[in-house]
């Protein structure tokens, strides 16, 4: 299993919790050029209308329960927001990503029941009861900051049987080079949270483990040439890396 990133000993790098890290990366998170944030709202286009499908086809009648494991500021709670018939649930380890997440959401105006709460998938043993006996979980970018047994039991336990897993992360080929984090534009110190390099066959197998499998493949994407217009600036020194992955998981029934 993989442990912790090492930290380095730049002083200009400060480590902290993933708590206390997004609390201060909140206020800039959607707007300082993240190109791997950029990267993953592609992917999302395609994987959630799968994951979609998938419960069209599988699941009983709406409305049906939809949870955001680790939320965020509530970039993928609206488009659940967006589905008819659904009760939506946005869980998050930091209180300033989910105030930024309710500011965003309350926006939308959706009819469909929200709930947004504090959750720390390592610190705490159950999830919230709000989040049970879900139809589908969404985590996106989230892997990279928790233990993956850890992970991978939540999800279980929030899933009902044949649920739905939608999941993204970044690779462990970006994840041995560098690690999640920002520059904060406050102190100018690169601030960067906890931070695990799962290969993806690590994934697989403690996902098997939980009785989570994949749905056809998990996909892997490599930063082109082509692709860094799209994705901004920094996305540039990546090219020929292989950053990002994602794919489907169904609990066992």
Not at 11 to 40: E, H, I, K
Not at 66 to 75: A, F, I, P, S
Not at 163 to 178: A, D, K
Not at 221 to 247: A, H, N, Y
Request: contains cysteine; proline residues 6%.
């Amino acid at each position: 299993m993989a442990g912790p990133i090492p930290q380095s000993t730049n002083p200009t790098v400060r480590y902290m919790s993933t708590s206390q890290a997004y609390d201060l990366w909140a206020s800039v998170y959607d707007t300082d050029g993240n190109f791997l944030q950029a990267l993953d709202t592609i992917e999302m286009k395609s994987l959630m209308p799968r994951m979609l499908a998938l419960l069209e086809t599988s699941q009983p009648p709406r409305p049906w329960k939809l949870v955001d494991l680790g939320c965020g500021t509530g970039r993928n709670t609206a488009a659940l927001l967006g589905v008819e018939g659904a009760d939506v649930v946005g869980l998050d380890v930091s209180p300033g990503m989910l105030q930024v997440a309710k500011q965003r959401l309350e926006m939308i105006g959706s009819q469909n029941q929200l709930k947004l709460e504090v959750f720390d998938m390592i610190e705490e043993a159950q999830p919230p009861e709000s989040c049970l006996n879900a139809d589908a979980v969404v985590s996106t970018l989230v892997l990279e900051h928790i233990p993956a047994g850890t992970f991978f039991n939540h999800v279980s336990t929030i899933l009902k049987p044949g649920g739905i897993l939608l999941l993204t992360n970044m690779h462990s080929e970006m994840g041995s080079i560098s690690q999640a984090g920002f520059v904060d534009p406050k102190t100018g110190e690169k601030i960067r949270p906890t931070s695990y390099s799962h290969t993806l066959a690590e994934v697989e197998a403690e996902a098997a483990k939980c009785g989570l499998h994949v749905v056809d493949r998990v996909e892997e994407r490599v930063v082109d040439q082509s692709m860094v217009p799209l994705l901004g600036e920094r996305s540039g020194k990546w090219v020929g890396i292989t950053v990002w992955f994602g794919g489907i998981f169904r609990k066992k029934s």
